[in-house]
């Protein structure tokens, strides 16, 4: 295959008239534009110049000119024009970690909206920390802090969970105790129900439990599924009930309780503070945070 420079030399000797010029325009030695034209003139068969005091292109060099300086040109506007805007603006690559749920409800609807590049990563926030202690993610999206060191967090947003649940469930009962202040009752009538948890560990109904009802929650889930849209889309399809954070929650489920003490929690974008600058924390925090 033909070398692109050989053309290169081919067009600044003939532009020029002098191997020494050529040399000079295009910042490689003599001796290496008299071998790109000697190698260019053993491919196509034919001489290109006569080496006189001056160098004069022959006949043939002349016709092979018209034919090659065209999209050499464009080739080379080309090029010129990709570096100016190399240089004039780059955009950044960002490593980012969050929970599938939040990119989802939050975060998808602005992906456009971002000067960056961004490459996700999904899981939860202690997985998600740990890669970012060790240098493999930028920022994480976090539900909870951490004593990692030179790790910052910054709240970007409160979410609030409430109990949300299909439709069709009848509710008339459980309203009546709560207007009433009956927790009690208020509490027997959620434990009879079929419940969906994120973890089995029950964290978030936990935490909702023990800010209402000051106590652990007697249930058994039904179901453990660890991913909070396909619990959500499951319960428009049955009767049963979940703990999830407000934003999650859309207008085909009924909010059958949001607490009588609000269960919230901050989310906080977290990030290695001696290897990102500050204008890059700036640009996530407006992302993460709208």
Known sequence: MVNLEWYRTFKAVYQTGSLTAASKALFISQPNVSQHLSSLEAHVGRTLFERKPRIVPTEYGK????????????????EANFNAACLKKQVPIIRLGTVQEYFQAVLSENIMDIDANLMLSFGRTHDLLGKLHKGTLDFVVATKLTDYKNIAFEPIRQERFIIAGSESIDTTEFDQYISEEDWGNAE????????????????????????????????????????????????????????????????????IWSGNVPAENTLYLAYDKTKVTSDLVNLMKQFVGS
Do not use: G
């Open 63 to 78: 016709l092979f000119y018209t034919q090659v300086v065209e999209p050499l040109e464009k080739l080379e506007k080309v």
């Open 188 to 255: 027997a009538w959620l434990l009879s129900q079929t419940w969906f948890a994120y973890s089995a560990d029950l964290a978030i109904i936990r935490r909702f439990w023990q800010k209402n009802f000051a106590k652990r929650p007697a249930i058994k889930p039904y179901c453990v599924i660890p991913d909070m849209n396909i619990i959500l889309k499951s319960l428009k399809h049955c009767p049963a009930l979940t703990i999830a954070a407000d934003y999650l929650v859309d207008d085909d489920l009924k909010i």
